[in-house]
């Protein structure tokens, strides 16, 4: 599994990208099928006209392939698979749908017809189904708590920059790791890069000052790591699992696109109590599954919505759904960029831009940021820029920890997570019947509580 | 396991025709903010390499090792970024549509009509041609044998007003090998992932399969 994200990075090749995009409409078509109940016959060519109604599982684009940002409800086109519409795009008319939330890379299923061979008049946007929660057995459960059911979880999840924009200061880290040891005393933390943010304005200017307690100054940023971050993290008690998850941003790491590889423990000189994950990373406390991944998809979804009782809705649970709806962690497609004005000719308003940073999407690999066995997450942790929260969505708890330390050098947060044991008796698990046999949900969402502290 | 036989690529062309459309690395002065171009130990109206290292000709502020370094290497991710923004440029004149959005057919072009090819407008070719020119600024016998990419050519604003002769320059690469090894270690770091530098028996032969 995590060799798989040891692919060398720095070869897009164009028709492996598209291999997997079209892949990606094809693999909701049997789900839609299923759910309905539909037959093959239900479904056609959405961008050929028809009389009839047909159904139609494609991706939201814009009508131009020139169109970047902006879009609204008359700018939105549908894309169709090799199978279903040889690839051809075809503009769509939404205006007999009340409510909607649309973005572009989303794989929809319509319902509708193209009468008059220029646009797909929707009736209906059938929504996706959500994957199913993951299970265990009475015995799994067991065996994982072996009758210690008095014991609660404590989990700590961090997320990076851990320096403000304007200076090195590791304080405020170190000032953590203090209060993690002494008073939090968490059984486990996952922090998230950027640890050393390539995109921090002091690398820009140029302005890395000297290091006070180091006797030999660093001469590169991964020796800024290994000399000056590494050795407050390497303060955190040895009892206390910690899990690092990288940020494209991060200095640290040569594989700067997402799906991104793991950091290399050696490499940042870190003792063995920390892990190192890949981004995105699915793995398991006790029975609770976490799904964690690092890109901001809360900030980069621009949705195109309609309708009040979507709009009135809370914006992040509307993201997180369409994440869980979509089985990926970062369903945007193109990935959003980040980019800086530099100057703009009054002659042509010509804008130039300069390219500051973006979701660096490796798209031939982005199967890997799928959902893993198309389970949902028990917990998904996806920081952002934005502010923090945590929610239950549809059963799962989804979390932004925020960042730890603001731009500016106030004070960001962390976010604490305390779970019940998972206990066959006490009936906050539901019993399902299964092909294998009585298995339960976990419903980590009735037993877990989330605290979001300032440092 | 003959498939994953890895071997260098193009080790032949000469440089100067290998980057003629890399960009120059800029850096800014930490401590005046002026912002110049680094090329190497070459003449320069704003900075010379001395036998301490890398001085400001503006304000004589000397950099520290990790001043270039970390500066070296946001340049570098940001081209890396720039790369993986995945802009497409069709290659019909007539057409030049430059677009992020894929068709499920790669190649085709999303114009109405047009029959262009799109490609990845930063080629990975282009962004390890990049990346060789920075390791190239850093390359002491590069710069002792003089085989770096000229910065400005007679005529240009910036041109150098002195210059540097070939002795001084020969004696300054020895005296800031230490640096230089350091800067290239942050560039060996991103070629060392970068795919294109090694070629697989498969993709040699892929023209044969089209
Ligand atoms: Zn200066
Ligand atoms: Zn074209």
Redesign the interface.
Known sequence: EPKKYRFRTMRQNLVESADYLDDQIESFVPIVQEHYQLSKDDFGDPTIQSQSEIYAVGRIVPDSPTTEGFLNPESLALETSRISGIGRRISLNLTEVNDFSLFCGQIVALKGKNVSGDYFLVTEILSLPYPNSPVSTTEDIQKLYNGKTDRTSKIIVTSGPYTPATSFDLTYLAEFVDKVNTSIKPHAIVMFGPFIDVTNPLIASGNLPNFPNVKVQPKTLDEVFSKVIAPILSQINSKIQVVLIPSTRDALTKHAAYPQDSFNRNILQLPKNFKCFANPATFQINESFFGCSNVDVFKDMKEVTKGGTITLRNRFDRISEHVLNQRRFYPVFPGGIKKKLISSSDSKDKKIYEHLSGADLEVAYLGLTEFVSSFTPDVMIIPSELQQFARVIQNVIVINPGVFVKATGVRGSYAQLSILPANIDDGKLTKVESPDGEVYLHNVWKRARVDLITI | NGIDTLQPLETTVADIERFKDSSALE????NC?NKFLFGGIIASNFYTMCYNGLQCKNCEHI?????????L??CI??H???????W?VCDDKTCG????????????C??DGCTGV???KYS?KK??NQLLYFDSLFDCEKNKNQLLKPLYHSGDIDYPISSLNESSIKVLSEQNRDLFE?NR??VQ??L?????R?VDLGSIFEFMRE
Not at chain 2, 80 to 86: D, E, K, M, P
Not at chain 2, 98 to 107: A, L, P
């Open positions: 850096l800014t002065c930490p903010a950099f520290s090792p990790l001043q270039i370094t970390s500066q290497e946001r991710r940001s890396i970024s720039l790369y993986y923004a995945g497409l549509t430059v677009t992020r959005q894929i068709s499920v057919f790669g190649k085709r999303l114009s799109m490609r990845y990975d962004l390890y350091t270690s942050v770091k991103y060392s992932d970068c795919a294109r090694y």
